[in-house]
């Protein structure tokens, strides 16, 4: 599959990025370059890092899909009428949910945990649109989805967003359009109803999840007939790496900052704290595989290289560590320490071009 117009920019921007700061560290003019490819890049346990959670993904979609199956079925016996289907069914669909949403929660990690090596490889990257950054239609034609959804009545909901965001939003309901309209649905029976008591809309659940499936089969066959290349993973770093302000700018108007006054529809059930530290942890794993490379070049380069890029993910780690004890950071801090984490992601994603440069390895852009 081509690379999607979302990830052609954040390449492009990215890549722009880490090149001007390669030229401000001195790449090109370096006189220890090597005369041909890198060497030494061990990029196997990357792959198997990958293939290990592209499997885990595919076995949470089909759980997923099971439970969405089962709430389609006890819509369709009242006819999908979500209100009928509530009073007379109430712990059925109570049951299902609950367990659809911890499904959720704890497969949205699996993915997480990939997102560096899938969006920073132009291969696997239009699988990052698909199931966790593509917008849909209506947001931005150019970076939307590039799929439509078909539901079981026939209608097409045309390029309605990633399929993360999409079952987020339908089970906690901060897409209300997928949702059933008019009905409170206290799930946990205290007699109110809260953030995310909702009953998504059983043709549109099901539809998301039968491609859940698809698309999770797509990227683990892609991943298996993937063979990673010296290009690949030192574009991943360079591309990945420096998104913190983005990353940051999504978990400062989440619930996790703004509480109830947020109006996003996503990342507001997991933190996208926990996001980041995943997404890097990622890197970090593909950093081990180029590192010996960068060594045989700058070993003092390499080591700093590493050193950073795990302060890096320490210093996330303590963010979501706090945020977990029941600190609510503000906004202001969110900016700030969103542009400290941006400027040390940067200087990496600069180090990583710069030691490219050297070892002749192509940044894709």
Do not use: C
Not at 78 to 92: L, N, P, T
Not at 118 to 145: C, H, M, Q, R
Not at 161 to 173: A, I, P, Y
Not at 331 to 339: I, K, M, S, V
């Amino acid at each position: 599959m081509p690379i999607s117009h979302l990830n052609r920019r954040r390449f492009a921007t990215a890549g722009a990025l880490a090149v001007t700061l390669a030229l401000a560290y001195g790449a090109g003019t370096t006189s220890a370059a090597s005369s041909g490819p890198a060497q030494n890049v061990n990029l196997a346990p990357t792959k198997t890092y990958l293939l290990n959670h592209t499997s885990e993904l595919r076995g949470f979609t089909k759980q997923f899909r099971v439970q969405a199956n089962r709430y389609f079925a006890l819509a369709k016996a009242s006819k999908f009428d979500h209100a009928a289907m509530w009073r007379s069914k109430r712990g059925d669909v109570t049951r299902v949910l609950v367990r659809s949403k911890a499904l959720w929660i704890e497969g949205n990690p699996y993915y997480e945990q990939v997102e560096g090596v899938v969006a920073g490889t132009p291969s696997l990257s239009v699988y990052d649109v698909i199931l966790d950054a593509g917008a849909s239609a209506t947001e931005d034609p150019a970076g939307a989805v590039p799929f439509d959804l078909k539901l079981a009545d026939g209608r097409v909901l045309r390029k309605p967003g990633n399929l993360f965001n999409l079952t987020e939003g339908m089970l906690w309901g901060t897409l209300p359009q997928y949702t059933a309209k008019g009905v409170r649905a206290d799930l946990d029976g205290n007699g109110k109803a809260e953030f995310g008591e909702v009953l998504p809309d059983a043709l549109v659940l099901k539809a998301a999840a039968d491609a859940f499936v698809l698309y999770a089969g797509k990227l683990d066959a892609a991943s298996r007939a993937w063979k990673p290349t010296a290009s690949d993973a030192f574009t991943a770093v360079v591309v990945m790496v420096p998104t913190m302000s983005e990353y940051f700018g999504q978990w400062k108007v989440s619930r996790f900052v703004l509480g109830n006054r947020a109006q996003g529809d996503a990342f507001n059930v997991v933190s996208r704290l926990s996001d980041i530290g995943d997404i890097l942890g990622g890197l970090r794993v593909i950093y081990t595989g180029i590192r010996p490379a960068i060594a045989s070049v700058d070993p003092q380069q390499a080591a700093q290289t590493k050193r950073e890029l795990d302060s890096l993910w320490s210093f996330v780690a303590q963010l979501r560590k706090q945020e977990k004890a029941g600190r609510r950071f503000t906004p202001e801090q969110a900016d700030t320490l969103g542009r400290t984490a941006q400027e040390r992601a940067s200087a990496i994603a600069g180090q990583v071009t710069q030691a490219a440069a050297r070892l002749k390895v192509k940044i894709a852009q």
